[in-house]
């Protein structure tokens, strides 16, 4: 079948809107040294600042994957990307806690939206046949955002100001926004897929659906190791291996490289076994459990006996964090039709930040009574536990059973 070229168009364009969404957030983290001595924060007021990004980021995950169902991806994607662009400009206008604080907030209530619209152009101009593939090129989208955010941060803020490093991505997200709004019109209709109702379902029939109880207690329990190595990582490497900010310039995009290669070579193994007649549904929880695997190594990060030790193990981890996101908005895909999709992803992405939210309240009191050891261990179970769960819960995902 032969795609329409605006269908690679909004490809382009949600690979930039994701890497945007990431690096905005990463932001915050790399120049955390920095900020704690311009503004004269603490470890406490840094896990503050997380906070304050991650409570909006909940509550507007739910909130924004109705909004994708009920308005589609053309208003809101662009409304959410313009939003989370100022609140970047906002954080790097900030001359205080309290300031910085506020611009955060309004970051996390507008950047979950993007997840759940991902999930619904993905459904909307892709179809089945070609979905994997086309997902497989987008994937490497928040990781790509990872990467670049260390070198690009550090670049910026040697070269003008840490303001600078708030700004500037903040203007090229405006950009996107209005090429997002200006490109996002008249939807490919696919031969033998069914149009969505013109309403989504009511919440209370998507929650009485067993599957998603499953899908949000693996979403639960994983998604706090990726929010600790995005929000903790960097200043883990800085105040304890000693690294500087332009030297986490030049090794701080490492794992997230390695992780993206991971998830593409994944995504094409996974494509041959569905292609051969495997149920889609059993090879997705099988490269869950293989990646799950890794997540162990986690737990020996702080008795690594130099930074590149600690590099290979915390790129391990990410290769296990970066596969099970990838397999999720397929497996939701899979399972679920196409007016419910945004919903849902929207229901996971703020299960998963509520324990990512839990976890960074504990860990920066913990970190500074006990030092970084239990957190890491902590990190280390989960990924195996979910993995568990999903695979004795496998024949309940291939069938609705009402609670």
Known sequence: MTLPRRSWLLLALLFGIGLLNYLDRQTLSILKATLKTELTLTDTHYSWLVTAFMGPYIVFYILSGRLVDRFGTRISLSIFAAVWSVANILSGLAQGFGQLAGARALLGAAEPGAFPAIQRVMMTWFPTERRAFAWSLLSPCTTVGAIMAPPLVAALTSYWNWHMAFILPGIAGLVLAAMWWASDRNPPTFPNEAEPAAQPPAMREILADRRVWLLLGARAMTDPVWYFHLFWLPGYLQERLGVSLPQLGWIGWI??????????????????????????????????????????????????????????????????????????????ADIFSKNSAATIAGLLGAVGASGGLLLNVIAGPLIERAGYIPVFVILSCLHPLAAIMLWRAKKGLLTPQPA
Do not use: K, Y
Not at 291 to 301: E, H, M, N, Q, R
Not at 306 to 314: F, P, R
């Open 255 to 332: 794992p997230s490289f390695i992780a993206s290669a991971a998830v593409m070579a994944t995504g094409r193994t996974t494509d041959a076994f569905v292609a051969r007649g495997h149920s889609a549904v059993r090879v997705r929880i099988t490269m869950f459990s293989l990646a799950a695997i890794l997540a162990p190594v986690g737990a020996f990060t702080t008795f690594a006996p130099s930074i590149t030790w600690a590099l290979v193990m915390i790129s391990l981890v990410a290769i296990c964090c970066q596969i099970w996101f990838f397999g999720q908005g397929l497996l939701v």
